[in-house]
């Protein structure tokens, strides 16, 4: 099984550019969240979705969007980028009620 | 929110020595994970603890949930124990919340 997995896992923005962020993984969980990392800190919860057709907003969703279609797939778009979302992006899944968590190998974005 | 909290947050060690990491976290919770993140960034799970002890080669993690603390201990580090160490618990709706880590350098 390849997990979970991010493309790209580079990329440069131009500020106000918009791109997606690819994240599927083959365990058929039900549970993917994405996260952000900047430096000196942990990961901080961007979007989450429960299932297929459910999103929600974590705690830090301005300037990004979500959709879950498959069960496999939960793409972020970020609609007009910024020098602030210049970060870490991790995407991640579990399966309920098993909490154990599994992250994909991530995506560098600088946006200048 | 449950807070999380890590200590100490940088440590070096000579290779061969043993270190502790400790996770605080301010609420109950049912499950706890730790993870090294490795100098190329790649998160790696080490353990699902929600209590007692679990070992894999020269690591083990103890969760004591009533105490709301989890210790991950590494015995012979090796340089490639470098790297970041988080540990991080479910809060609401599975939604992981992590703790700001310690940041470990391994010299020879």
């Known amino acids: 099984n390849a997990g979970v997995t991010q493309t790209p896992k580079f990329q440069v923005l131009k500020t106000g550019q918009s791109m997606t962020l690819q994240c599927a993984q083959d365990?058929?969980?039900?549970?993917m969240s994405w996260y952000r990392q900047d430096p000196g800190m942990g990961l901080r919860l961007i979007h989450y979705?429960?299932?297929?057709?459910?999103?929600d907003q974590g705690e830090v969703p301005n300037g990004y969007n979500v959709s879950r279609s498959t069960t496999e797939d939960f793409p972020l778009r970020l609609l007009s980028a910024a020098p602030s979302q210049t970060s870490v992006y991790f995407c991640?899944?579990?399966?309920?009620?098993?909490?154990?968590?599994?992250f994909g190998q991530g995506t560098r974005l600088t946006v200048v | 929110g449950i807070q999380v909290e890590q200590s100490p947050p940088d440590l070096i060690l000579q290779e061969g020595a043993n270190s502790t990491l400790r996770c605080n976290f301010s609420?109950?919770?049912?499950?706890l994970q730790w993870f090294h993140q490795n100098p190329w960034g790649q998160l790696i799970n080490l353990f699902y603890?929600?209590?007692g002890t679990k070992q894999n080669g020269r690591l083990s993690a103890t969760t004591v949930a009533t105490e709301r603390y989890s210790l991950l201990y590494i015995s012979s580090s090796q340089t490639t124990d470098s790297g970041v160490y988080f540990c991080?618990?479910?809060?609401?709706?599975?939604?992981?919340?992590f703790g700001t880590g310690t940041q470990l350098k391994v010299e020879l």
């Open positions: 979705s429960v299932g297929a057709g459910i999103t």
């Open positions: 991080a618990v479910p809060g609401g709706g599975n939604k992981l919340t």
């Open positions: 603890i929600p209590s």
């Open positions: 365990m058929n969980h039900e549970y």
């Open positions: 609420d109950s919770v049912n499950n």
């Open positions: 991640a899944s579990l399966n309920p009620p098993n909490t154990e968590a599994f």
